[in-house]
């Protein structure tokens, strides 16, 4: 079959970016060296340009996750336009269409499924579903919004200004235009490219499915590092108007902190989460499809199986009780305290309701755990 014909500008351009940033970058390192100012612009920028992409393209405007003040959605505008990864209207058609079709070969813009190379960057290089390039049929309601049409109108302008403008004026106040657009203009840019495309690559190559093995999306703690929290995948294509990629107050992810941050300053409002039960509930599928998939290989599977089963309906009735109680409970705060007695009734029972689903899930995993045993020793 023929290939579609090469986008040369796109080539060009990660190619000359490219080359600049693994030669002359390091050349001018060793031979006059950059100091501590080009090293904290390069830092700042790469997080402003590639949070721009993570909470902005991609949090706020892909998936309309929470809603942000007209000044936050310029500044994120300007530096989605810096991370050079065309305009948020393009950015968010293609992205949308991603979720939809999500590994379908025909339909998914950067399908796994096609292979490392190609979600990372080939699908860019060539002329690929043409008829992508200019619908933006799935993105009305971005149209509406005056800032995104803005950017999409004078992208090129904006996104020139942003890549050479800033650091040529930073390094105009540092006494070294060269060095500053070296460092904090083409090497950032392309540190921000490949940890931005690592998303569509990697994100759905390397990690593990605690939530769904529906599409190839993983959950990567490393990668999160790399992505400005998005290595968190295979919860976001199962829950993807979250706001939040990592949940969890100890997993990796600035661009929840930053958009929870915007809150806190009122800049940001509406984040949207998805209910604890179901992502909790979702959790507990995984678990049991894999421990089924386990005992079935054992020769005492059929007990096993319905012990498992058996406990596995008993956990999702206690989420069942214990998500309810939490509900009415938040439901009786907001009220006055004329409910009181009610209230305390409903506090003891959401205790022990508390209690049970905590001895519940560990009954859970320790069977799992012993599901798994068996099989580790035929291994060994
Ligand atoms: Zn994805
Ligand atoms: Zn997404």
Same mark, same amino acid.
């Given at each position: 079959?023929?290939?579609?014909?090469?986008?040369?500008?796109?080539?060009?351009?990660?190619?000359?970016?490219?080359?600049?940033?693994?030669?002359?970058?390091?050349?001018?390192?060793?031979?006059?060296?950059?100091?501590?100012?080009?090293?904290?612009?390069?830092?700042?920028?790469?997080?402003?340009?590639?949070?721009?992409?993570?909470?902005?393209y991609?949090?706020?405007?892909?998936?309309?996750?929470?809603?942000?003040?007209?000044?936050?959605?310029?500044?994120?505008s300007?530096?989605g336009a810096?991370?050079?990864q065309n305009s948020i209207l393009h950015w968010c058609?293609?992205?949308?269409?991603?979720?939809?079709?999500?590994?379908?070969?025909?339909?998914?813009?950067?399908?796994?499924?096609?292979?490392?190379?190609?979600?990372?960057?080939?699908?860019?290089?060539?002329?690929?579903?043409?008829?992508?390039?200019?619908?933006?049929?799935?993105?009305?309601?971005?149209?509406?919004?005056?800032?995104v049409?803005?950017q999409h109108r004078?992208y090129?302008?904006i996104m020139?200004?942003?890549?050479?403008?800033?650091?040529?004026?930073?390094?105009?106040?540092?006494?070294?235009?060269?060095?500053?657009?070296?460092?904090?203009?083409?090497?950032?840019?392309?540190?921000?490219?490949?940890?931005?495309?690592?998303?569509?690559?990697?994100?759905?190559?390397?990690? =593990?499915?605690?939530?769904?093995?529906?599409?190839?999306?993983?959950?990567?703690?490393?990668?999160?590092?790399?992505?400005?929290?998005?290595?968190?995948?295979?919860?976001?294509?199962?829950?993807?108007?979250?706001?939040?990629?990592?949940?969890?107050?100890?997993?990796?992810?600035?661009?929840?902190?930053?958009?929870?941050?915007?809150?806190?300053?009122?800049?940001?409002?509406?984040?949207?989460?998805?209910?604890?039960? =179901?992502?909790?509930?979702?959790?507990?599928?995984?678990?049991?499809?894999?421990?089924?998939?386990?005992?079935?290989?054992?020769?005492?599977?059929?007990?096993?199986?319905?012990?498992?089963?058996?406990?596995?309906?008993?956990?999702?009735?206690?989420?069942?009780?214990?998500?309810?109680?939490?509900?009415?409970?938040?439901?009786?705060?907001?009220?006055?305290?004329? =409910?009181?007695?009610?209230?305390?009734?409903?506090?003891? =029972?959401?205790?022990?309701?508390?209690?049970?689903?905590?001895?519940?899930?560990?009954?859970?995993?320790?069977?799992?755990?012993?599901?798994?045993?068996?099989?580790?020793?035929?291994?060994?």
């Amino acid at each position: 079959m023929k290939k579609p014909r090469l986008l040369f500008v796109n080539v060009a351009i990660f190619l000359i970016t490219g080359l600049i940033a693994l030669f002359i970058v390091p050349y001018e390192a060793f031979t006059h060296g950059f100091d501590s100012f080009e090293i904290i612009a390069c830092i700042v920028l790469i997080y402003f340009s590639g949070m721009s992409i993570t909470a902005g393209y991609h949090r706020l405007w892909s998936h309309k996750a929470y809603e942000a003040n007209p000044v936050v959605r310029v500044v994120l505008s300007i530096g989605g336009a810096m991370a050079l990864q065309n305009s948020i209207l393009h950015w968010c058609s293609d992205h949308r269409i991603h979720h939809k079709h999500v590994d379908n070969n025909e339909s998914d813009p950067y399908s796994a499924k096609m292979g490392f190379w190609y979600s990372h960057i080939g699908w860019m290089l060539r002329e690929y579903q043409v008829d992508r390039y200019s619908d933006y049929s799935n993105c009305r309601d971005l149209q509406k919004d005056k800032v995104v049409m803005w950017q999409h109108r004078h992208y090129l302008a904006i996104m020139l200004s942003a890549n050479f403008g800033v650091p040529i004026l930073l390094g105009w106040l540092n006494n070294d235009i060269w060095g500053m657009l070296l460092l904090a203009g083409v090497f950032r840019l392309v540190v921000v490219h490949h940890v931005t495309f690592f998303i569509n690559s990697l994100a759905h190559i390397w990690g =593990r499915q605690p939530y769904t093995d529906k599409n190839s999306a993983r959950d990567n703690d490393i990668l999160a590092f790399f992505t400005f929290g998005e290595g968190y995948h295979n919860f976001h294509h199962i829950f993807e108007y979250d706001y939040r990629n990592g949940i969890r107050w100890w997993q990796f992810d600035p661009s929840k902190w930053l958009i929870r941050g915007l809150s806190f300053l009122g800049l940001a409002r509406n984040l949207r989460r998805c209910p604890e039960e =179901r992502i909790e509930k979702a959790r507990l599928v995984m678990q049991l499809q894999r421990s089924k998939i386990r005992i079935a290989s054992l020769a005492n599977g059929e007990e096993i199986m319905q012990k498992l089963q058996d406990e596995y309906e008993l956990l999702v009735q206690r989420m069942t009780e214990y998500y309810a109680a939490k509900k009415r409970m938040m439901e009786l705060k907001k009220q006055d305290l004329k =409910r009181s007695y009610e209230k305390l009734e409903l506090h003891h =029972r959401y205790k022990e309701l508390k209690l049970n689903l905590a001895l519940q899930k560990e009954k859970w995993l320790k069977l799992n755990q012993l599901v798994c045993l068996p099989l580790m020793v035929e291994e060994n």
